[in-house]
């Protein structure tokens, strides 16, 4: 494996490559961060700050209008990220920690202040980011995670990669849709949720075509 790059210059070319957000603990060609990434929503294993490269990095993202996403960053690196930037940051896929206390699972509060800000919390559909993968399980943590963090700042995180278990496929989608609607969740709310809040984020964070 190639060393970790210790410039933030590599940002150049992913722009120019299209690539928009980027996820400051899992790209590892870019040393973002200090430490093991293994840790817990209340006790890291191992303390994770971002460092002086990683500052570095994080400003030349945002001068080029990279959106900064902190899944699977330790609560250490998102209070750094949140104190280096007043930007909307983005959660790809995760769970909310009072819904579902999983491992990975930032705590609530650090959760309500990216939302206060703008960001976007992106569910999962992995059991362990939402304690039930199915699709009720699914409308179930999306509803907690409005509840927290409001109808504005939540979207689907489906995590749809390969690396977990997830019960549907893209395929299944619309049965999210029905199990919000066999929750009671309105129509106008169900739209925001299966992708008007990712388009609204997107529209409002990224910058304007040349």
Same mark, same amino acid.
């Given at each position: 494996?190639?060393?970790?790059?210790?410039?933030?210059q590599?940002?150049?070319? *992913?722009?120019y490559? #299209?690539?928009?957000?980027?996820?400051?603990?899992?790209?590892?060609?870019?040393?973002? +961060?200090?430490?093991? @990434?293994?840790?817990?929503?209340?006790?890291?294993?191992?303390?994770?700050?971002?460092?002086?490269?990683?500052?570095? %990095?994080? $400003?030349?993202?945002? /001068?080029?209008?990279i959106?900064? &996403?902190? %899944?699977?960053?330790?609560?250490?690196?998102?209070?750094?990220? *949140?104190?280096?930037?007043?930007?909307?940051?983005?959660v790809?896929?995760?769970?909310? @920690?009072?819904?579902?206390?999983?491992? /990975?699972?930032?705590? &609530? %509060?650090?959760?309500?202040?990216?939302?206060? /800000?703008?960001?976007?919390?992106?569910?999962?559909?992995?059991?362990?980011?939402?304690?039930? $993968? #199915?699709?009720?399980?699914?409308?179930?943590?999306?509803?907690?995670?409005?509840?927290?963090?409001?109808?504005?700042?939540?979207?689907?995180g489906?995590?749809?990669?390969?690396?977990?278990?997830?019960?549907? &496929?893209? $395929?299944?989608?619309?049965?999210?849709?029905?199990?919000?609607?066999?929750?009671?969740?309105?129509?106008? /709310?169900?739209? +925001?949720?299966?992708?008007?809040?990712?388009?609204?984020?997107?529209?409002?964070?990224?910058?304007?075509?040349?």
């Open positions: 494996m190639a060393a970790p790059e210790t410039s933030p590599p940002t150049q070319p *992913l722009f490559r #299209s690539l928009r957000p980027l996820d400051v603990t899992l790209h590892s060609g870019l040393r973002l +961060k200090e430490g093991d @990434y293994s840790f817990t929503a209340e006790t890291p294993s191992i303390p994770i700050v971002v460092s002086e490269f990683g500052r570095a %990095a994080l $400003a030349e993202m945002l /001068r080029r209008g959106v900064i &996403d902190v %899944a699977h960053s330790s609560p250490a690196v998102v209070e750094d990220v *949140l104190a280096a930037t007043d930007a909307p940051l983005l790809s896929h995760t769970g909310t @920690y009072g819904h579902c206390p999983g491992p /990975r699972n930032i705590p &609530d %509060a650090l959760m309500q202040r990216i939302a206060a /800000r703008g960001g976007l919390i992106g569910i999962g559909f992995w059991a362990e980011a939402i304690c039930d $993968a #199915s699709p009720a399980g699914i409308a179930a943590a999306l509803d907690a995670a409005v509840a927290l963090l409001g109808e504005d700042a939540v979207a689907l489906s995590d749809f990669d390969g690396a977990v278990t997830t019960t549907i &496929d893209a $395929a299944g989608m619309s049965a999210i849709t029905a199990a919000l609607l066999a929750r009671g969740v309105d129509e106008r /709310r169900i739209v +925001k949720l299966m992708g008007g809040n990712v388009r609204d984020f997107l529209l409002r964070s990224l910058p304007p075509a040349p």
